[in-house]
């Protein structure tokens, strides 16, 4: 009877994370926008890491995972090709369940997710839109100075956030 109602308090706790992550970057408006895709958000990264620090690797993936699902079939998504829309959200944004290897140290958890997502979208920048590098610029250098340049922003906003998250003894509350 336990685990039951610990899978279900967990489950509810995904969905609130997607629910509060879809009003944090698809409905509030970003702070900037790129034109293939990216943005700076009203740190929308934070409910899933948050999520993915308090419950683990497993439940960490699954639930960034279907955030990245969720993200891609709403108005925005900037699809190309079916490896592109794998890589730019189910994967990118499953990659911040990371997170969840580090338990114990939120601040390299939160750096390893990111790091994740910034991996998918490099991949896919390199093999799908290196066409938009400016001429003589390969395409490597330009996914990562244009998937870093935004990711970089979001990081620092997410660590500081979780770090005050941290200190102030929110990670392991349990409603």
């Not at 489950?11 to 408006?29: F, M, S, W």
């Not at 890491?49 to 955030?67: A, D, H, K, P, Q």
């Not at 580090?102 to 994740?116: A, E």
């Amino acid at each position: 009877m336990g685990e039951v109602t610990s899978q279900t308090r967990i489950l509810t706790e995904g969905i609130i994370v997607v629910a509060l992550t879809i009003a944090l970057k698809d409905v509030l408006p970003p702070i900037f926008s790129l034109p293939q895709g990216g943005s700076v958000s009203a740190a929308s990264m934070v409910p899933l890491l948050w999520f993915s620090l308090r419950r683990g690797l497993r439940s960490g993936l699954e639930v960034c995972c279907i955030y990245g699902l969720v993200h891609m079939v709403l108005p925005g998504s900037y699809i190309v090709d079916p490896l592109q829309a794998l890589l730019d959200y189910p994967i990118a944004f499953g990659a911040l369940g990371l997170a969840g290897l580090f338990k114990k140290y939120p601040l390299i958890g939160v750096t390893t997710g990111i790091i994740g997502r910034f991996s998918a979208h490099f991949l896919s920048g390199v093999i799908f839109f290196g066409i938009y590098a400016p001429e003589g610029m390969h395409p490597a250098i330009y996914s990562a100075i244009y998937n870093g340049g935004y990711l970089i922003i979001e990081l620092i906003v997410s660590i500081t956030i979780i770090y005050i998250i941290q200190k102030r003894g929110l990670l392991q509350i349990y409603l």
